[in-house]
């Protein structure tokens, strides 16, 4: 099976579907085998536009979810970025390809948390097989908190559901930084785009219906 082939048709949907609209994310799309992230059995469906088991009741998201967040996102080559919801390491790779490969002199970096340790051992090894590694580091722990140690981020991006828009994460982020995330029950999401205005102040845009697995931890769902 030819993967390159697959990835470039998938990214080319993508494209006229208007769900990639930046040069950036088309380029990421085209450049993070997809089939590297997912379990060995579900190879040959790396690039149907479909979310895949991982395991531990988990899933990799759907590309177009990937490529929809990363542009809602907008990540800039040098940005320190946070992830939270590790699973496979697919969207730590994209960002990765986006913030730190190809950002020239800048430095940017990944952070990524995931609370199933088999899991992050999972995407750590997709990672390093990818040789993303390098820029992006795997954190096991309650992403629900943030990662304080490492911050202010330029953006966060959360790939589970939460139940509110986590206090910690505005914290976290730098002012005019970003947070995407999706929010509601098991049943119907939003996904937030929020901006940190100054301080005191967030913007928060509503955009599309989703859906993601829950957001589990002291500022998600119980
Ligand atoms: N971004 C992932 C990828 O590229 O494969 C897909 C993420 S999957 C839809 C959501 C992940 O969030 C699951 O792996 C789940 O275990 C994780 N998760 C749920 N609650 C969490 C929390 N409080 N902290 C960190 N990870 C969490």
């Not at 085209?30 to 899933?59: C, H, M, N």
């Not at 509503?206 to 119980?222: A, H, M, Q, T």
Request: proline residues 6%.
């Amino acid at each position: 099976m030819d993967f390159s082939i697959e990835r470039r048709r998938l990214v080319e949907k993508l494209v006229m579907e208007g769900v990639i609209r930046s040069e950036k994310v088309k380029k990421a799309m085209l450049s993070v085998p997809r089939e590297e992230f997912v379990p060995k059995e579900y190879k040959r469906w790396a690039y149907f536009d479909e979310p895949l088991p991982i395991g531990f009741g988990q899933t990799i998201s759907a590309p177009h979810m990937v490529a929809l967040m990363t542009e809602a996102l907008d990540p800039k080559p040098g940005d320190k970025t946070l992830e939270i919801g590790t699973g496979s390491g697919y969207q730590a790779a994209i960002l990765a390809e986006i913030v730190a490969k190809n950002s020239l002199n800048k430095e940017g970096h990944v952070y990524t948390i995931e609370r199933i340790p088999e899991l992050a051992e999972f995407a750590r090894r997709n990672l390093e097989r990818t040789s993303y590694i390098r820029y992006v580091t795997v954190i096991v722990g309650d992403g629900s908190l943030g990662y304080s140690k490492e911050a202010s981020y330029d953006g966060i991006i959360v790939t589970a559901a939460a139940p509110d828009i986590p206090k910690p994460l505005i914290e976290q982020l730098v002012v005019g930084g970003r947070l995407v995330i999706p929010v509601g029950d098991s049943g119907l999401q939003r996904l937030y785009i929020v901006t940190k205005k100054d301080n005191n102040t967030i913007d928060v845009k509503e955009d599309i219906y989703c859906l993601f697995v829950p957001l589990i931890g002291k500022y998600g769902w119980k």
